[in-house]
């Protein structure tokens, strides 16, 4: 059905099929778009977002203890699943991602985030060769190209949160699935990248299964699999996720975690990660607002976090919708028509947008980086809709791409402009600024306001913030060592005090002659003597003190 559409195309549009022919041709326009697409991403890469959100710093910092002794923060040797918040767990696949390039680079922004450049620019090549394992080249690089503008894989790319690795990972691991019908060793490779799935996010644990339960009896029925690739495949991805797997039943148990020769299965006693699950304490009220969540967050304006979305374009722009619409129905009104082999990336895609709307009915609170598995999906088939529009009305393709162009700049603008002056908030810039301004400070013991949020949720998003910030060394925020940096110093928990500074702890240190460095609020400030401290302002939110008489 294919050849067929491509060569009534080709008699109409002749020079098109030069293109389609030309190997090297297609080679070309698909490298230079994805030059394209480093290049934006690229582009003042570090910031925006200004600042550091505190679930990459707690990633990096992780990443930073595994690099320098195979340890989480804590102390934990090669956890497959992070402590973390302690009650509140994390991924580890991101952070592990992290550790060549602070190997080869040193710590820092640039470096933390490199790896989320990258992996994603990987995914849109998978997302080219995925669009082309549908309906060929054209279709394949119409999508790469709402791939490289979307403003949710733009956005996403730029930071590093460890949720969002996950569809490029299951990505990369459908292209291998589909590739591997035909070149067998493909189709394994495939189970391993579906298996690391459940390292990038949580979620993959009862989606992936889900997904892959659902393509193993369609493809067994039409013997695209035996059974002996069946079995070889549920082996090897079991080998994969047992550890992730066994880590969560642990959990489920309340049993003790498993120290092997090489990683650690920990057990989270004290975890609330269960509460993200609808069926946990399930209610209808709970599961009505997670479908109209679904629907709002992947179709509307995202979950209007600005860390996640621009409420103005929408995850994947809101023109994307109408030919999400188009594309579904053109997908659904040819599948019968089909060839057998043609079908199978279709039934994948189906069954992967049945997946991303599976995790979003059965996950609390739906964000978008908690459905972030359903807007591949989204763009491709949206993708498909403009193929489908462009052939049946070629001249469309220049009032689609101007529109398109048009509001890719716009996003770009807004992105580096006011959307940019704004992630300094979200992204605790006051606060990093003045705990790099203190680290420049020599002293005995640092008074940190605890929580920049504001909020009073306690000392460890603070906590982390700082480890980020003054790079603490894991031995050294352990106790094993008092060595930070070369320099022998006070244990970490004499120099380091996050709380709320008040008058009476101001006279002790005063009494005690300490060198004491203060990063305070605007309420803490006037606690302070102008006189007496030197007092540096950041952005009037934050404010770093030191005593001038011990200077």
């Not at 060769?129 to 080249?137: C, S, T």
Request: with cysteine; proline share 4%; aromatic share 14%.
């Amino acid at each position: 059905m294919r050849r067929i559409h491509s060569l009534k195309y080709s008699l109409k549009y002749p020079w098109k099929q030069k293109i389609l022919e030309s190997k090297k041709i297609e080679l070309l326009l698909v490298a230079l778009l994805l030059l394209a697409a480093i290049v934006i991403r690229a582009y003042h890469f570090g910031a925006p977002p200004i600042g550091v959100h505190q679930d990459e710093a707690m990633a990096a910092v992780d990443a930073k203890a595994l690099a320098d002794y195979g340890t989480d923060r804590y102390g934990m040797r090669y956890p497959v699943h992070f402590t973390a918040w302690r009650t509140s767990q994390m991924s580890v696949l991101l952070s592990y991602c992290m550790i060549p390039f602070i190997k080869l680079l040193g710590f820092s922004t640039v470096s933390t985030r490199l790896p989320m450049l990258v992996i994603s620019c990987l995914g849109l090549l998978a997302l080219y060769l995925f669009g082309r394992q549908l309906a060929g080249k054209w279709t394949g690089m119409i999508v790469l190209i709402l791939g490289i503008i979307s403003p949710w894989h733009y956005m996403q790319s730029r930071w590093s949160f460890d949720c969002n690795l996950f569809p490029h990972v299951f990505l990369i691991a459908v292209v291998l699935l589909i590739a591997g019908l035909k070149k067998k060793p493909l189709l394994y490779l495939s189970m391993v990248m579906f298996g690391l799935c459940s390292y990038a996010y949580g979620i993959a644990d009862y989606s992936v299964p889900l997904f892959l339960l659902v393509v193993a009896i369609y493809l067994l029925r039409q013997q695209a699999v035996n059974w002996k690739e069946l079995a070889a495949c549920f082996v090897l991805y079991l080998v994969i996720v047992l550890p992730e797997f066994l880590s969560m039943l642990l959990t489920l148990l309340g049993k003790p975690g498993i120290e092997t020769p090489l990683f650690t299965i920990p057990s989270f006693l004290s975890s609330n990660r269960g509460n993200d699950i609808l069926f946990a304490n399930f209610s209808w009220k709970q599961l009505w607002e997670n479908i109209v969540w679904t629907v709002t967050t992947t179709w509307g304006s995202g979950d209007k976090s600005v860390t996640n979305t621009m409420v103005r374009f929408g995850p994947v722009y809101y023109i994307t919708d109408l030919f999400f619409v188009i594309g579904l129905v053109s997908i659904l009104r040819r599948l019968r028509r089909m060839d057998k082999t043609e079908r199978y990336p279709y039934v994948a895609l189906l069954a992967w947008l049945g997946m991303g709307l599976w995790v979003g009915i059965l996950t609390k609170n739906v964000t978008v980086n908690r459905i972030n598995i359903i807007f591949y999906p989204v763009l491709i088939i949206g993708g498909i809709g403009i193929a489908h529009c462009i052939q049946k009305v070629h001249l469309l393709s220049v009032p689609i791409a101007a529109v398109y162009g048009v509001m890719a700049l716009m996003m770009a603008q807004m992105y580096f402009g006011s959307w940019g002056e704004l992630s300094r908030t979200y992204y605790y810039d006051p606060y990093i600024q003045a705990l790099n301004y203190a680290h420049t400070i020599d002293c005995d013991a640092y008074y940190i306001y605890p929580d920049p949020q504001g909020i009073d949720a306690g000392a460890t998003l603070g906590e982390i913030l700082t480890m980020y910030t003054h790079q603490i060394d894991a031995h050294y925020y352990q106790g094993i060592s008092n060595v930070q940096d070369g320099v022998e110093l006070r244990p970490y928990k004499e120099r380091y005090h996050y709380e709320n500074v008040t008058a009476e702890t101001i006279a002790a240190n005063e009494a005690s002659g300490e060198r004491v460095v203060y990063i305070v609020d605007s309420g803490q400030r006037e606690l302070f003597d102008p006189e007496k401290y030197e007092i540096t302002s950041i952005y009037d939110r934050f404010y770093v003190v030191k005593d001038r008489s011990k200077s």
